[in-house]
């Protein structure tokens, strides 16, 4: 479907239901992919919506019989055409999205909030930590700054270390940084993996999500996905490349009750079948995911500090 066909069909729209009604059938039509916020056509549809219209998300049903104006509509149509024939993720067309309750600034330079690493940080990493306890907190591969700054919201005695590898991303990770205001709680370093972070810091807890997706899976990814940017998603050996840079490395930062968490998504499987002594602890999620596992700094000597 061509966008002159969308704005032809959009004049004959009228109300907002009308066009909440049409977005949800072209998205079922052209069967989008869901995941970066929402898990299916009707939610997706009306937070582009809703948002465009500077409504909120739980508007009065009776705003869904209001007539748009021809200015409206004209924006309306072009954010649905973008989600639904080029296949761009709600969160990059409203550059916002949502991530432990707190709201960010996100572009195509960053991934988008969507970790089940959320759910841990609103549970302060209980059980496994003792929240009283922590002082210090690194984020590797922050991307957006959405883990570092849920994580200065949850420990706010605490400081944080952000790390990532592009100049870029961090530029986005500072505009989240000034929005949440945690200039002082939270330090951005611009680092690949371990290499700036100040030798002889000790963190209670590290936490990343760092890029895990291999080659053969990112050439099956769908199109929604193939938005965001490669440098967060693609990782060399079977998806494994940063993930073993953090395992190598972890226990020289980590204090002596400390703790790491790391999300793998899909490469799980090729992750415990390459380092099968390690006693790998698989969370599970009351909202859903996984992928994410949790080694103690006591097991991370025992298994890399050889």
Same mark, same amino acid.
């Given at each position: 479907? !061509?966008?002159?066909?969308?704005?032809?069909?959009?004049?004959?729209?009228?109300?907002?239901?009308?066009?909440?009604?049409?977005?949800?059938?072209?998205?079922?039509?052209? /069967? $989008?992919?869901?995941?970066?916020?929402?898990?299916?056509?009707?939610?997706?549809?009306? !937070? $582009?919506?809703?948002?465009?219209?500077?409504?909120?998300? &739980?508007?009065?049903?009776?705003?869904?019989?209001?007539?748009?104006?021809?200015?409206?509509?004209?924006? $309306?149509?072009?954010?649905?055409?973008?989600?639904?024939?080029?296949?761009?993720? @709600?969160?990059?067309?409203?550059?916002?999205?949502?991530?432990?309750? +707190? !709201?960010?600034?996100?572009?195509? #330079?960053?991934?988008?909030? #969507?970790?089940?690493?959320?759910?841990?940080?609103?549970?302060?990493?209980?059980?496994?930590?003792?929240?009283? *306890?922590?002082?210090?907190?690194?984020?590797?591969?922050?991307? &957006?700054?959405?883990?570092?700054?849920?994580?200065?919201?949850?420990?706010?005695?605490?400081?944080?270390?952000?790390?990532?590898?592009?100049?870029?991303?961090?530029?986005?990770?500072?505009?989240?940084?000034?929005?949440?205001?945690?200039?002082?709680?939270?330090?951005?370093?611009?680092?690949?993996?371990?290499?700036q972070v100040p030798a002889g810091s000790r963190y209670?807890?590290?936490? !990343? *999500?760092?890029?895990?997706?291999?080659?053969?899976?990112?050439?099956?990814?769908?199109?929604?996905?193939?938005? /965001?940017?490669?440098?967060?998603?693609?990782? &060399?050996? *079977?998806g494994l490349a940063v993930v073993e840079k953090i395992?190598?490395n972890a226990h020289h930062y980590l204090s002596e009750?400390?703790? +790491?968490? @790391? /999300?793998?998504?899909? &490469?799980?499987?090729?992750?415990?079948?390459?380092?099968?002594?390690?006693?790998?602890?698989?969370? /599970?999620?009351?909202?859903?995911?996984?992928?994410?596992?949790? +080694?103690?700094?006591?097991?991370?000597?025992?298994?890399?500090?050889?």
């Open positions: 479907m !061509s966008y002159s066909l969308f704005k032809k069909e959009a004049q004959e729209l009228t109300t907002i239901l009308d066009f909440w009604r049409y977005g949800v059938s072209r998205a079922n039509e052209h /069967e $989008l992919v869901y995941g970066h916020g929402t898990d299916n056509a009707e939610e997706d549809i009306w !937070s $582009l919506i809703a948002a465009t219209l500077s409504l909120p998300f &739980s508007v009065n049903p009776l705003f869904l019989q209001a007539t748009l104006t021809q200015q409206e509509k004209t924006k $309306l149509m072009d954010k649905l055409v973008a989600r639904i024939i080029q296949r761009i993720p @709600v969160p990059y067309l409203l550059k916002e999205a949502n991530f432990c309750g +707190l !709201s960010f600034f996100v572009d195509e #330079r960053v991934l988008i909030p #969507r970790s089940p690493i959320a759910e841990l940080i609103q549970q302060q990493f209980s059980p496994w930590i003792d929240a009283d *306890n922590v002082t210090r907190i690194l984020d590797l591969c922050t991307g &957006s700054g959405c883990i570092a700054i849920a994580c200065c919201e949850a420990f706010p005695e605490a400081m944080v270390d952000a790390v990532d590898v592009s100049v870029q991303v961090l530029e986005v990770a500072a505009i989240n940084q000034k929005r949440h205001h945690v200039q002082e709680e939270l330090h951005l370093i611009h680092s690949d993996c371990w290499e209670d807890i590290i936490v !990343s *999500n760092p890029p895990y997706v291999g080659d053969a899976e990112m050439s099956i990814l769908p199109a929604e996905y193939q938005h /965001e940017p490669d440098l967060a998603l693609r990782a &060399s050996h *079977n395992l190598l009750q400390g703790i +790491l968490v @790391v /999300e793998v998504g899909n &490469s799980q499987e090729a992750l415990i079948e390459a380092y099968p002594e390690v006693p790998f602890v698989w969370l /599970e999620f009351a909202e859903g995911g996984d992928g994410v596992f949790l +080694l103690t700094a006591e097991q991370l000597q025992v298994c890399f500090n050889a």
